[in-house]
Every structure is written in C-alpha cells, then in structure tokens.
C-alpha cells in the first residue's frame, strides 16, 4: 500500500446463502446444484424422498428442489417495485410470465426483468441430459427502483452469451454483464431499469483470476457502493490488503485497486450509486413505504398482475436445448442468431 493511502477495504463479511447487499441491491444468491442425471420428465432420476417438497432449501447430495416438485425451480410469484437479474453460467432456466411471455436461457445468458407495477413469473430448472449430471450454476441478484419508476410497465431484456463482452487481461478474464470496462461495453439493461438512469453507475461483472495473476480494477465515482464477491477460491489480496474466500468486502471506490490472487479465484463485482430512499419490503413486494405494501397485496389479489395464461405453476418449454426468448408482444429472438 502507498504510504498516506487510505485503507482501500472498508469492511468484510462471510458469505453464507444470501449474500449481504447495499443499496441500491436488495438481494444476492449464488446457486450452485449438481443436479443427477434427468428421468426424461426434466427432473432427477434420484429419490425425493426425505425432501420438503415445495420448500427445499436444504442441501442433499448436493442439490436442492426449491419450491418445485418434480423439476427444481420457482414456480408462479408475484414481484412489484424492482428488478431481478438473472446470471446463468451452466444448465438451463424456463422462463414464464403473466405476460403471456417465455424463454428458456443459460449457459452464459442474462436475464434482466423490471417487474415495475406487477408481473407473475416462474423460474424452472429443466435437467436434459439423460446419461450425466445436469449441473445448475447462477446468480440472481434483485436490485432496487426508485419511486418514481416503481410502477412502470414490467419488462424483461435477454442478454445472451454470444453478446456480453469479455475483458481480456493476461490471465484475469471480466464478464462485463452492466457497466462498461474500457473497451467492453455490454447489451442495453432494460429501458426502465435504474442502471439506465443517467449517472446510475451501476456495474455488475463477474471476474476470472488465474494462478499467480493480478488485476487493476479502475475507480469509480466517489459516493458510488462497490462491494467485491469473493465466492470462488482461497481468497484474494486487495490493494495489499488480504480478503479471504466466501468473503464480501466493501471498497473505496475512488481507488484503482490491484487484486492479486495465488490460486484460481472467482469473484462477483457489484457497484452502484444509491438511490437513497426508504425501503419497505414485504416477500416479493418492494416499495417505500408500509401503505404501498399494503396496496400491491390488494392489487395482486384483484388482478393477479394479467392472470396466469399457463396449465400450471411451473411451465417449462420441452426437451430441446435451443435458447430463446418469446416477448409478450409476439417478437421472439434465440441464442445464437439474429431477432425473427
């Protein structure tokens, strides 16, 4: 450390299942599931037995169920008030909404969903493979709006792997998901999205060490939240200063910050200016105030946010792999090629 310098790490906390955020982030899990092979009905071939079924939390084998009950997953959910972010690094999620709206995506895809005044929702994890395992690997990270967007039309942006740019530097490699790193500008957030707001600065990337390599992170603005995720690894030294695994640290922003790392590492950068108001929150109902609680739960049981226009609860969208996105008003686009 420079003499004079400031301590670039303000403060650090272990990483349990949800990981401790700042505004403007709500919300952050890293799911990691090493799901058996598939039973050809996009479940495990395993026994459930001895799980909670509808509420599997717990880890077994090294997997869990969630809130599904035959294919792992989320099924059917309300959300109002802010946006869920939806890194998926292996395996497969099937999207479906009150919209009328599908897509199935991962393997390197993001999705980026506004939920604003109302939406319905379910997130299933399709296991495909019949003969291996069907490991699930992603992030979802839930992030604030401000009031004044709170009720705005929901909305959901793919951001697909062929698309998010990747920063390259000799042995460190920066998946650049929101917030632009030199030369690595990523696809659009969705319009209503507070990482469009003007001066948002809201960065989210996803950083790669090599043994023995190092990293200069560039500073931000002054009253901007960084927080570093150190989810894979032993553990990295930031700015001279040692931050151990499964550890988050919050840093001065304004540095530029050297990470260095012994061993391979994995981290999730997640920055950020505040938005600075109050914060009521009640399950999936994010508001600012007790009263607009209250209102999105009389809201949701009158309108059901559009109704569910889906057979059941958990929706998933068949047996092929192909990745694509159907928009509520009819546009569909996939993985790999251009928009249809």
């Not at 880890?59 to 997953?73: E, I, Q, T």
């Not at 391979?264 to 607009?292: C, H, K, S, W, Y």
Request: glycine share 12%; charged share 15%.
């Amino acid at each position: 450390m420079l003499m004079g310098m400031a301590s670039p790490v303000i403060q650090t906390v272990p990483l349990g299942f949800q990981w401790p955020t700042i505004d403007p982030f709500l919300f952050c899990v890293h799911h990691l599931d090493t799901y058996p092979a598939a039973d050809g009905r996009l479940g495990p071939t395993a026994s459930l037995e001895g799980r909670s079924i509808g509420n599997d939390f717990e880890p077994v084998d090294g997997w869990r169920m969630y809130h599904g009950s035959h294919v792992p997953g989320f099924p059917q959910h309300p959300h109002r008030g802010f946006e869920t972010i939806t890194f998926v690094r292996q395996g497969l999620v099937d999207h479906a909404d009150s919209l009328g709206a599908a897509a199935r995506y991962g393997r390197g895809d993001v999705q980026w969903m506004t939920a604003g005044g109302g939406i319905q929702h379910a997130e299933m994890f399709p296991l495909l493979d019949e003969t291996g395992p069907n490991t699930l690997e992603l992030f979802q990270i839930w992030m604030n709006l401000p009031a004044a967007d709170k009720m705005v039309d929901a909305h959901f942006t793919m951001l697909w792997d062929h698309e998010i740019p990747r920063h390259e530097d000799d042995g460190v490699t920066v998946t650049v998901i929101a917030g632009s790193l030199g030369d690595s500008v990523p696809p659009s957030a969705p319009p209503a999205s507070y990482a469009s707001h003007p001066g948002s600065d809201v960065a989210l990337w996803h950083v790669v060490l090599d043994p023995g390599s190092s990293w200069t992170m560039p500073a931000a603005g002054a009253d901007v939240a960084r927080v570093l995720y150190v989810f894979q690894g032993d553990g990295i030294t930031v700015g001279g200063e040692r931050v151990g695994g499964s550890t988050g640290a919050v840093v001065d922003p304004t540095q530029d910050l050297m990470l260095s790392s012994a061993g391979p590492t994995e981290l999730l950068v997640m920055q950020g200016r505040p938005i600075a108001e109050p914060v009521a929150q009640q399950g999936p109902f994010v508001m600012n105030t007790e009263d607009e609680i209250v209102q999105a739960f009389a809201d949701y049981r009158a309108t059901q946010f559009g109704g569910w226009p889906w057979d059941g609860p958990d929706p998933t969208h068949g047996h092929d792999d192909t990745r694509f996105a159907r928009h509520a008003d009819g546009r569909v686009e996939y993985a790999a090629t251009a928009e249809v």
